[in-house]
């Protein structure tokens, strides 16, 4: 994905896929975004660029699960941070720099599952852009890149990454009622090459017994192959104060922090990309597959793209029966209607198999229902083959003569996809 040369409020086309362009977004007041997926991923995110994300609620979350009046002022704090030097000039994207000569621009996709930031600066001709788009098999993926876009070759300093990485099993009530005396349970160690682990030595508990915790999360990379890792987090001001990077590949009692440096020689006109790939709620098993995968994997990143676009068009096919996607000969009014649809989808779901009943599913319902209605009617139930029409249902059952087994094939319908993990702002909707 190449920088736009001038933005434009509006609907736009980037890589075959449609994205709403938001120009000069710091020149507004910042503002919260959900970014949705597939399945159990969840992300929120401020224009900022500091966020909170993970799986299935906010105990499996990646970055600490705060309300979006901190997010706002996190940039740099919580999620990504990347500086860049040129020469003796340091530029630190999407971070508070007054009259520095840039320009901002945020693009979200239609469908909703991918958002990306892109930062201008004219003096030094460089554009930093990075996109954060998520999948079931990876988890959530930060592609980054920078671009020279002047006429001439540079030499580029970066150091780029994630900072307050979450250890799985620290829950908000812990981590925001105990502040910082968490992080003494905290550890952060590479296992291998560029894959670390962050996980607790122990559970947080208050009494003489064991309690181990067993996953972890997890952030690995590619690209920039001749790139350093470090999980320091005070490297950042390091590099900006033009210190050389410790390179630090265990940490304990402090947050967690997955920071890449390296140098880059761009040609005119050249990109150079790279991604950072992170995960929550990984045991053993999953962190040895991983590690396995990225050893013996000859394109590593053909599998994550591949992964990721399924996941967009997993994501399409769930919102489809729910009449997403309907066509008009306005574009902002056909976007703006998925938008809507996804979000109810999110509230009430839609039928898990269409209107295709299971038998088992359906026993274990009227079982836990009624079980003296179940017991009535065994025989019955267990004639019933194992997938069928919701109509053939309630027709059958009305030939038993049961007023209560009629109800509750009329009251079966399997919902799946709502109750969507709820926006941090607001804390009464913090289901799942």
Known sequence: MEPLDSPVDGLIEIDGAGYYAVPNVDQMPPFFMSVVSDGDRWMFISTSGALTAGRHDAAGALFPYETDDRLHQAAGKIGPVTALRV????????????????????????????????????????????????????????????????????????????????????????????????????????????????????????????????????????????????????????????????????????????????????????????????????????????????????????????????????????????DAMQRTGDRVATAHHFSNTTYNVFRGGVPLDGYTISRTRFAQFVHERNRAVADRHTGWLDTLPEEFDHGRLVSDAETLGDAHMVRLCHEYLPFAFSRRHGDPSRPWNAFS
């Open 87 to 322: 020469g003796q000039r340091t530029w630190s994207p999407f971070r508070d720099q007054r009259n520095a000569p840039v320009r901002r621009n945020l693009y979200k996709s239609v469908v909703g599952d991918v958002i990306i930031f892109e930062e201008d600066h004219f003096d030094l001709g460089l554009t930093f852009r990075y996109r954060w788009s998520s999948c079931d098999e990876f988890g959530f993926v930060r592609t980054a890149s920078v671009t020279n876009r002047g006429t001439e070759k540079v030499a580029v300093d970066l150091i780029d990454g994630l900072v307050n990485v979450l250890p799985h099993g620290l829950t908000p009530a812990v981590y925001n009622g105990m502040s910082n005396l968490t992080n003494a349970y905290k550890r952060s160690e590479v296992i291998d090459g560029r894959l670390a682990i962050f996980s607790m030595e122990a559970a947080v508990v208050d009494k003489p017994e064991p309690a181990e915790s067993l996953r972890g999360s997890v952030v690995w990379s590619m690209g920039l192959e001749q790139a350093a890792l470090t999980l320091a987090a005070d490297a950042i001001g390091a590099f900006e104060m033009g210190s050389p990077t410790d390179l630090v590949s265990r940490v304990t009692g402090k947050p967690g922090a997955y920071l890449l440096s390296a140098t880059i020689d761009l040609e005119a006109g050249a990109t150079e990309s790279w991604r950072i790939v992170a995960d929550a709620a990984q045991d053993q098993v999953d962190v040895a597959r991983l590690h396995k995968l990225l050893t013996d994997s000859p394109n590593m990143a053909a599998e994550v793209d591949a992964s990721l676009v399924e996941a967009t068009r997993h994501l399409e096919q769930i919102m489809a029966p729910a």
